[in-house]
């Protein structure tokens, strides 16, 4: 009778257990995924843990389930932790028609790494709590979790999927089916020397083929990098950044999951996700690659430079913040020295690029310069003769992406330094142009700067220009994005090719408007470096404030962009909607085919001050309302069809049969007992 009593005890025990066990007994299970190498477009069911994050409909960012009731995505998806609007969506194939497997949840909170640092995209990692827990089945499964001792050697296979463009500035097309590609893992060392070293920490995890042709992409990021293990899916990455899409040897950055297994326990207290320890075989080719800069390899370390270069993985990020920048916008070599210096007078804070960021636990360095004598004293007003946003030679633009003809864009200026280009800016008064700061943040001298107007070619004739030294620059002050105002030496007289551009100082545009951006960069434009104009349209921004952002399609900026405009249309007159910060070409992340700009009519305060009375256009133009398309970009889905009830906690169907056996079990164990 004492065996029989010891046994029911057992029993009960696991009974009592079973709930508070992780997911590891379910992660990592694909049932309706048979296949060794796939097509492009993923067969439904093949990844269960694929999520669409969503709001008002439009698809932005991609996430993995991890357990029952929490998704984890990349952080640079989201510029502030309000859950409002957002929506988790499983079991979806498609973006527009029919789904019949697909159900969606609300957030309730959104938790990103407190060391996510946006301008090295480090710790680019965020977890999103459900409303309600899910209930499993072929369609809707979570993943597993790499652990962290995994090691990850050069050259194993690996999956990304997601429902983002496939290539750079080409959007997915309809039905926008779940897209899926293979991609090796390449060492932290090779994607170092690609990237620049120091560009990729061990919080990162990079794969890609050297002649590329395979990559995430725009509207990738937060999805998942899934590497098969004995039947079973971990996940190794999470989509973060990368220099364009799929460009030979330039792989794509992923967050390396493992690092954060402490921290993901830490915010998931009960029902913890699965966690598998992923072992490479064989040699690591990664240990062999050098390049300038790069360190040698550590004698202690037997890993694979694909892991933490420590030889126990830390699971605890130490990088530390430095600077904020946007999740559209980073610096050219990626990297923590983004800008940090201040030039005017009237700055007190380090001059951080932000549109779709939230601020970080850290604060930005301060750091303040002032290169010349400040202003005290409001400048004059402009004589009223002056009108502003006429363009006379603008008649003809071509749509796309162009060469600009002379005299298209008047405003355009060209700051260089040494005779040459570093940044745009636009003509915004009869002594001032207007650029980003970012542009001064590592040459704060005002008399190391010239400003050419009228320009259209870097190289060749330019029979048009004016070129004029700088007196003053002066930074605006916010927690956020920075413009600067340069103060010109002289006043440049106003023709066909010189004038300057009305500012938006509380316009309304419309949806569907169409827009341009022009700028001059290297390798554009024929040998002679032609400025290039961009047409683009503005698009609903979702989760961003309409009354301090403008979204618009994605167009292709570079960095000697920065500083330019994106220019509207309204009644007869240009007006500069946004001062530009382009993607890096080594930072560009994989956010959907949306790009957030901070509007100009924020620093209206900033301008009125410096500038003092802002240009108008004719009066005859002014009272006429700009004409809009309706349409938007925003996709419909018919993923809601299941109802958001469940209440299993995630726990698949033999679970309840395992339950079912232990009451049966328990019950005569009672009757042992009295």
């Not at 989201?78 to 988790?88: A, I, R, W």
């Not at 900026?557 to 249309?569: F, V, Y």
């Not at 009066?619 to 700009?626: L, M, V």
């Not at 726990?651 to 395992?658: G, L, Q, T, Y």
Request: net charge neutral.
């Amino acid at each position: 009778m004492a065996f029989y009593k010891v046994m029911c005890l057992a029993a009960g025990l696991m009974l009592l257990t079973q709930e508070s066990e992780s997911q590891l007994d379910v992660c990592g299970k694909a049932s309706l995924n048979t296949r060794i190498v796939g097509g492009q477009v993923a067969p439904v069911g093949s990844w269960p843990w694929q999520v669409s994050l969503q709001r008002s409909g439009s698809h932005f960012c991609g996430g993995s389930l991890i357990n029952s009731q929490w998704v984890l995505t990349a952080a640079h998806c989201f510029e502030t932790s309000t859950p409002t609007g957002l929506t988790v969506n499983l079991g979806l194939q498609s973006l527009q028609g029919s789904n019949p497997n697909a159900a969606s949840w609300t957030v309730t909170q959104i938790i990103k790494h407190p060391n996510y640092n946006s301008g090295t995209n480090d710790n680019d990692v965020c977890l999103l709590q459900l409303s309600s827990p899910v209930t499993f089945n072929n369609y809707i499964s979570p993943v597993c979790l790499a652990a962290s001792d995994s090691i990850f050697y050069s050259g194993v296979n690996s999956w990304v999927t997601g429902w983002g463009d496939i290539g750079s500035g080409v959007s997915l097309p309809s039905p926008q089916n779940l897209m899926e590609v293979e991609v090796p893992v390449v060492g932290n060392r090779q994607c170092n020397c690609n990237h620049g070293v120091g560009s990729i920490t061990d919080n990162m995890i990079c794969a890609g083929l050297s002649a590329g042709g395979k990559d995430s992409c725009q509207g990738d990021s937060g999805g998942p990098m899934v590497i098969k293990q004995s039947g079973r899916w971990i996940q190794a990455g999470v989509v973060s950044f990368g220099k364009g899409c799929a460009l030979p040897n330039f792989p794509g950055v992923y967050a390396r999951v493992s690092q954060y297994q402490t921290w993901i326990n830490s915010q998931i207290s009960s029902n913890q996700p699965g966690f598998m320890t992923f072992t490479s075989t064989g040699t690591n080719s990664d240990l062999s690659v050098t390049c300038t800069g790069l360190p040698p390899v550590p004698t202690t370390t037997p890993t694979n430079t694909t892991t933490p270069s420590t030889t126990t993985p830390s699971t605890t990020p130490t990088t530390p913040i430095t600077t904020t920048t946007s999740t559209t916008t980073t610096t050219s070599s990626a990297k923590a020295t983004t800008p940090t210096t201040t030039i005017t007078t009237t700055t007190t804070t380090t001059p951080t690029t932000t549109t779709t960021t939230t601020t970080p636990t850290t604060t930005p360095t301060t750091t303040t310069t002032t290169t010349t004598t400040p202003t005290t004293t409001l400048p004059p007003t402009t004589p009223q003769s002056v009108v502003c946003g006429q363009a006379p030679r603008t008649s003809g633009i071509v749509g796309g992406t162009s060469d600009a003809t002379a005299g298209s864009w008047p405003w355009m200026a060209s700051l260089q330094k040494n005779g040459s280009h570093v940044c745009g800016g636009t003509l915004v008064a009869l002594d001032s142009v207007l650029s980003h700061a970012k542009c001064f943040s590592s040459s704060p001298v005002a008399s190391e700067w010239t400003v050419v107007l009228g320009r259209l070619k870097l190289n060749g004739s330019n029979p048009f220009e004016v070129t004029l030294n700088v007196t003053n620059i002066t930074l605006s002050n916010t927690t956020g994005t920075n413009i600067a105002i340069l103060r010109l030496s002289a006043q440049p007289t106003l023709t066909d090719y010189i004038q300057p551009i009305c500012l938006d100082n509380g316009r309304t545009f419309a949806e569907g408007l169409a827009c341009w951006a022009a700028g001059w960069s290297p390798g554009r434009g024929g040998a002679e470096e032609v400025m290039q104009q961009f047409q683009t349209s503005v698009v609903n921004c979702g989760n961003s404030s309409s009354s301090e952002s403008i979204c618009t399609d994605v167009f292709a900026l570079q960095q000697g962009d920065s500083g330019g405009p994106l220019m509207c249309k309204q009644g007869g007159s240009w007006f500069q909607a946004v001062v530009l910060t382009p993607p890096s070409s080594s930072a560009r992340r994989r956010r959907s085919s949306v790009m957030t700009f901070t509007r100009v009519s924020t620093f209206d305060s900033f301008l009125t001050k410096t500038l003092g009375t802002l240009l108008s256009p004719p009066s005859t133009t002014t009272t006429t309302n700009p004409t809009s398309a309706s349409n938007t970009t925003t996709n419909t889905t018919t993923t809601t069809s299941r109802p958001v009830s469940q209440s299993s906690g995630g726990r698949p169907a033999h679970s309840f049969i395992f339950v079912f056996f232990h009451l049966v079990s328990l019950t005569v164990c009672l009757q042992l007992f009295l």
